[in-house]
């Protein structure tokens, strides 16, 4: 890897508006709004895997939208390649069409995600077309071959007039992870992608993108809730809650050495293949705070074992325990 960073996003915030009520509108109440992604930041590297986890609601999904440009971002700054991520391009900035040449997504619902009534040659070729390139039949039959190909689809003729309803869920997926790669992008991000698949299958699909990224050196931001299959395919792990990063650091550290006792609780109830390294469960309590009113000082404390009085004042930021681990807790400053 070097030491340029492909992505860096830098105190990212993503709200939504809460739809108001006539009688709202007319008194001209404030708007509401849910803080999806509320000041996150970090880099990733090239070669690199981010692992993004968390349970659901705590923005990991939003983060991924915003980073490709499905959502717009409220406030902060997107860099791909050092170029800040606008709406077109220019001389110190990068486009959202050129982006999403440079990087792709792939999102979770394989079936969702394709569409039913298009050939699977007509699928992996579409972005050869909405961007210009392999105008020639050829030229678009050799990258859509090669494209399927890579992606465990063998041979790659035999799919070209097959729809997404003839595939198998494992198979569908593989078709969109193969229209990712026809435009031989830079960046992966891969949202739950396995989420969806019978457990037989998860590690085919996990082994594929492994080796996608030792073949093209492509950077991969993975959003998973399943901690299991981080230490397997992840360098470094963040760990959000409730729309920021509490935990963030290379994914032997973190997973042998967790310091936020978010991450800890998350640890406690992942599965484990030796029975005698099993730790000790951690059940939080309590719901999950609402995004919109959300408590003061850490936004973790109404839920956490370990809270203490100034846990509802102060706001913790990360704290650097080490050159590649950082923690948001107030035990930690301490």
Do not use: W
């Not at 690199?48 to 717009?72: D, H, N, P, Q, Y």
């Amino acid at each position: 890897m070097t030491p340029n960073p492909i992505l860096e996003a830098r105190e990212l915030h993503t709200y939504f508006l809460v739809p108001q009520s006539p009688f709202e509108a007319l008194m001209r109440r404030p708007h509401l709004s849910v803080k999806a992604v509320d000041g996150v930041s970090f880099a990733l590297m090239r070669g690199e895997t981010l692992a993004i986890v968390g349970e659901s609601g705590c923005g990991k999904t939003t983060i991924a939208r915003t980073l490709i440009g499905l959502e717009a971002k409220t406030k902060g700054e997107i860099l791909f390649d050092g170029k800040e991520v606008a709406l077109r391009d220019g001389q110190t900035a990068i486009g959202l069409k050129h982006l999403r040449q440079r990087a792709q997504m792939i999102f979770q619902d394989p079936y969702e995600s394709l569409n039913p009534r298009a050939t699977i040659f007509d699928i992996v070729a579409e972005p050869l077309v909405v961007h210009g390139l392999a105008k020639g039949e050829r030229e678009r039959t050799a990258a859509v071959t090669t494209a399927l190909e890579d992606a465990g689809l063998r041979p790659a003729e035999h799919y070209f007039m097959r729809y997404p309803y003839e595939l198998s869920g494992g198979q569908r997926q593989r078709v969109v992870i193969a229209s990712a790669l026809v435009l031989q992008p830079e960046l992966l991000i891969a949202d739950e992608p396995v989420s969806m698949l019978d457990v037989s299958i998860r590690a085919e699909i996990l082994n594929l993108l492994r080796d996608l990224r030792q073949k093209r050196g492509i950077s991969v931001i993975f959003i998973t809730h399943d901690l299991s299959t981080v230490a397997y395919f992840a360098d470094r792990i963040a760990v959000m809650y409730l729309g920021r990063i509490v935990e963030i650091g290379l994914t032997r550290e973190v997973l042998r050495d967790p310091q936020h006792p978010y991450t800890k609780a998350l640890l406690s109830v992942a599965p484990a293949p030796n029975p005698r390294l099993r730790r000790k469960r951690v059940i939080l309590q309590g719901e999950t705070p609402n995004p919109i009113n959300l408590p003061s000082g850490c936004r973790f404390h109404p839920r956490c074992p370990v809270a203490f009085d100034q846990c509802k004042i102060k706001d913790p930021q990360l704290t650097v325990l080490s050159e590649t681990h950082q923690a948001a807790c107030l035990l930690l400053e301490k």
